[in-house]
């Protein structure tokens, strides 16, 4: 009979796996490694999904509202239209359209919020941002020219108390002489729109029309630049400097980077910083595997002397155990593949539930950048969670393995 089979040292390694063992701790070792492996593996792809619905939030509601990018010519644009058409005909660029961005404050009531508000053109707005697929009350084309109206975010007019058709007063920093001294500038505006995008700026942003932005800046006909989407915004850095140098005329730009790019660098870095530290629960889960093949290996040590007198190679002897290890590795990577997808793919569903059962929230966004716990599954993350898992498995193997292989028949059975 050939004991080189690597069948047969499979059976055997399967046999040791399912067998009721004497040693009941053996067996309740082996159970807690399959256990800490499929938390492991599931944790680390529920925490890893959360992360990418991070950063696709960030990228579609945050840098959906605020612009990829925005040119600037000295002393005010006075042709936007034409400048417009320039610029879309660069490589890369998705749409332009005109913005006047001013800072103040909006009261009512006695109530008095900070807000930062931009001029933008409706008819053009839907093609550089998302604000009119969020509208929740009124729209955007409310915004028209010389009628003052506003649109404000949800969480803005809940802190103001304030709904459509409200007249809200509007204060700019900047001063205006009179007889009675320096006074603030002061506009009375009619909210003609309530937007909600689950995020920050629903407590800080709102939108005029470009051309009443423009009187209240003083910019007399002009406006002071103009958006630019891009195809790709992580492109935008680079593109709006190319664009700057290609223009004739006194042009700058800037893009998203310099006001939210830390904080989608830090949701990168969080997602690679809590993926390695999860790793660690997969790591000491592999080192119950080494535990566990120990522990056999020096409860089967007459099993292996009489296989080794039977004709088995040492090679063989190292396979059986290596195979044992690998069952236990996969099991637990399988079970935690199947719980961690599934998580990931109901974790926002049942958050949401939990909620509104509770009726609390656990992201607010008058702290957190967006106000529900997104989550989106990515396959490749998938495919290293589980392709890293396994192989510290397999790695776990090698050593007990190579020890069983090493054990000598007459040694073993002396005290038999």
Partial sequence: MSFSSTGLAFRIGLRYLSAKRRNHFISFISLSSMVGMTLGVAVLILVLSVMN??????????????????????????????????????????????????????????????VMIDGVEPSAEGRVSILPQHMTAGSVDSLQPGEYGIVIGEILARRLGVTLGDKVTLMLPEATLSPAGVLPRIKRLTITGIFSVGAELDGNYAAINVHDAGKLARLEGKVQSLRIRFTDLFDAPRAIWEIVGTLDGRYSGADW??????????????????????????????????????????????????????????????KIFMFQGIMIGLIGVTLGTLLGVLGALTVSDLIAAIEKLFHFQILSSDVYFISYLPSQLLWSDVAVVVGSSFLISFLATLYPSWRASRIQPAEALRYE
């Fill in 53 to 114: 619905g991070f950063d696709r939030e960030l990228r579609e509601r945050i840098l959906g509202m605020v612009p990829h990018a925005v040119l600037y010519e000295y002393g005010g644009i006075q042709d936007w239209e034409v400048l417009a058409v320039r610029v879309e005909g660069f490589p890369g660029v998705e749409a332009a359209a005109p913005l006047t961005r001013l800072q103040g404050m909006l009261g009512y009531a006695g109530r008095v919020q900070g």
């Fill in 257 to 318: 980077t310099r006001t939210h790019g830390n904080l989608f660098q830090a949701i990168r870095m969080e997602k690679t910083m809590i993926g390695l530290l999860l790793l660690i629960i997969v790591a000491v889960a592999a080192f119950n595997i080494i535990s566990t093949l120990v522990m056999v290996v020096t409860d089967k040590q007459a099993d292996i002397a009489i296989l080794r007198t039977m004709g088995a190679s040492p090679g063989t002897i190292m």
